[in-house]
């Protein structure tokens, strides 16, 4: 069915953002433990950061929703992750190389202050530039539709395409420049690349927004409110039970979403480690970048993406008798996603059984992970952003995908924490009385959370959906 040209306006700005993201964090966590930090520190640096990209959504989602309009959020908030990955650029650039590759211990005598300096700083921009960017070009995708249009599910699986196309094309670029311990200022030029990813973004967001960003009347979306709409619409006016029915499903399954993306994320930490160390990454005499792994996830996305939305719409028409149809609801589609990713860990979990630490395995059992979990990433992840967009009251649109991106923030810390008990030393460590001493002992922590979440989402659906209706 025929889609308004805005949400491919959409498509590309975010994909080119996605760019951006993916192609600094794709050497992030290389760059921290090649120069400046230990394994365990950058870990969790990777946590708090991630979780921070994914918290200020709220801010962000709030100031566009009462003062600025989504246009304009986006593009400051554009511009300010440009700044930051420039920073990060400037960091590389002055960089030292500090730490041996053996033991990853820190020689006091290397001075990297500036360094350190720069990257927080860089941080920091790219932090606060997400909360406005991020949310508000989620709101739009669904402001291009009537309330009750069906189009909004195929909506955001398009533009989830566009997401994990520049999550797919960014570690491949930017990875050609992945530094190591001899040459660690060779990270510079995957962060430049990804600052002008950035700038192209918000380029190409302000030459075409008023032309293509209308409702189905024509009229503009994402504008400043006005006076009248404030009082109309940003008041006092209460809630209707309705309203706040809806509301308590979104905050109830993005409680379940944070153990999700706290397994998912793993990807840029603890299995970004056990691809580097413990992985053979030899292809025909070559050894595949470490940072070119994290492609994976997007392009078995990009394929997937039109077979899971062709597979919901097959269920939808399907009947047994005079029954309802054979598609799962929107939360229970995140319980499969939730059961898929379980399901990821449990292979690599079997595939390291009993394997020595010095052992380097397949490069298949990687790869296999990642492609369950992203059947995992879209039953859940595009259609939580279709859920959010449906439930959300008008007036607090913005909002609320902010509160959603908020179980992100959370899921991100949880994974910056969780990625610290990676086995590195052979020394056991414990987590809420749970015992890691080897590679089956972390990813069966994995299994564990996210199989029990799926079972209780499972379990609470059928309430939930009452609660939608």
Same mark, same amino acid.
């Given at each position: ?11 590309? %700005?975010?994909m ?23 394994m ?10 991630t ?11 709030y ?16 511009l300010v992750?440009?700044v ?5 650029? #400037? ?11 053996? =033991?990853? &211990?820190?020689d006091a005598?290397v ?10 700083c ?8 997400? =909360?406005f ?42 990875g ?35 032309r ?12 400043a ?30 409680t379940? !979403? ?9 990807? =840029? ?5 056990f ?11 070559w050894?595949?970048? %470490?940072?070119?792994?994290q ?9 997937l993406?039109? !077979? ?19 598609e ?11 059961a ?8 690599? &979990? ?10 380097k395995v ?6 296999? @992970? ?13 259609? =939580? #952003?279709?859920? !959010?967009?449906?439930?959300s ?5 913005? #909002? ?7 179980? %992100?923030? &959370? ?8 990625? %610290? ?11 809420l ?5 080897? #590679?089956n002992?972390?990813?069966m ?5 996210a ?5 209780? @989402? ?10 939608m209706?």
């Open positions: 069915m025929k889609h308004p040209k805005g949400l491919y306006l959409l498509f590309i %700005t975010e080119a953002e996605r760019f951006s993201y993916y192609g600094m964090r794709a050497l992030f966590t290389l760059y921290m433990v090649a120069v400046l930090f230990t365990e520190d950058a870990s969790e640096i990777y946590g708090t950061y979780g921070l990209v994914y918290l200020t959504p709220l801010l962000g989602g100031i566009a929703d009462r003062y600025w309009g989504n246009r304009r959020s986006i593009i400051v908030g554009g992750m440009a930051g990955q420039f920073l990060m650029f #400037l960091s590389a650039c002055l960089v030292q190389q500090s730490i041996s590759a053996e =033991g990853g &211990a820190i005598s001075d990297n202050q500036a360094s350190v300096i720069l990257m927080f860089a941080l920091g921009c790219l932090i606060l530039g997400n =909360g960017f991020k949310p508000n070009i989620s709101t739009m995708v669904g402001d291009l539709y009537d309330a009750q249009d069906k189009r909004k599910d195929s909506a955001f699986t398009i533009f989830y395409m566009g997401i994990n196309l520049g999550a797919f094309i960014a570690p491949l670029v930017c050609c420049f992945e530094g190591n311990f001899s040459d660690p200022s060779r990270f510079r030029w995957g962060f430049l690349i990804a600052c002008l990813a950035m700038i192209v973004s918000v380029v190409i967001f302000a030459l075409f927004k008023k293509y960003l209308v409702t189905p009347n024509g009229e503009p979306i994402g504008l409110p006005t006076a009248q709409h404030k009082e109309k619409h940003q008041g006092s006016q209460p809630l209707t039970s309705r309203e706040k029915a809806h509301i308590g499903v979104i905050f109830i399954v993005a379940f !979403v944070i153990f999700f993306w706290a397994a998912y994320e793993q990807a =840029g930490v603890s299995l970004t480690y691809t580097d160390s413990q992985t053979d990454r030899t292809l025909f005499g050894t595949v970048p %470490t940072s070119w792994f492609s994976l996830p997007a392009i078995f996305c990009v394929i993406a039109p !077979v899971m939305a062709m597979l919901w719409e097959m269920l939808g028409k399907c009947r047994i008798g005079s029954s309802k149809s054979l799962q609801s929107s939360v229970q589609k995140q319980a499969i996603g939730l898929f990713l379980s399901l990821g860990y449990l292979v690599i &979990a079997l595939g390291v059984k009993d394997i020595d630490p010095t052992t397949s490069m298949l059992w990687i790869t296999s @992970l990642y492609f369950i979990h992203e059947l995992g990433e879209l039953s859940l992840s595009p259609i =939580g #952003l279709s859920m !959010v967009s449906k439930l009251p008008k007036r607090f649109a913005s #909002l609320l995908m902010g509160v959603w991106f908020m179980s %992100t923030a &959370a899921s991100n810390f949880l994974a910056g924490k969780l990625s %610290t008990l990676y086995p590195d030393g052979g020394a056991a460590k414990s987590f009385g749970y015992e890691v001493s080897d #590679l002992d972390f990813f922590l994995f299994v564990i959370m199989g029990v979440a799926s079972v209780l @989402l499972f379990i609470i659906s059928p309430k939930l959906n009452k609660m209706k």
